[in-house]
């Protein structure tokens, strides 16, 4: 489900694949951080969400398809 949306972003979006991808994992950590209330940098975030020391929420296709694109701010 996550790389059909991606691929139906891709195909509308001005921005390359990479720039959607990295747009979309600051917006799920800048998310992750707010709900945990934890403030880190997102590089710290990231490596302690896939350790395990931080819970995340799953990112699954009908919540990917309610957000908006990635260049839609």
């Known amino acids: ?5 991606l691929n139906q972003h891709t195909q509308v979006s001005p921005l390359s ?5 990295a747009i979309a994992l600051r917006r799920l950590l800048r998310e992750e951080r707010r709900r945990v209330r934890v403030d ?3 590089t710290e975030m990231a490596r302690r969400i896939a350790a395990g020391e931080l819970p995340s929420q799953r ?3 009908p ?6 694109p990635p260049w839609e701010n």
Not at 1 to 5: R, S, V
Not at 63 to 68: D, G, K, Q
């Open 59 to 61: 990112l699954d296709g």
């Open 63 to 68: 919540r990917l398809r309610t957000l908006p």
């Open 1 to 5: 489900d996550l790389i059909e949306a």
């Open 40 to 42: 880190v940098p997102a």
């Open 17 to 21: 694949r990479s720039e959607i991808v």
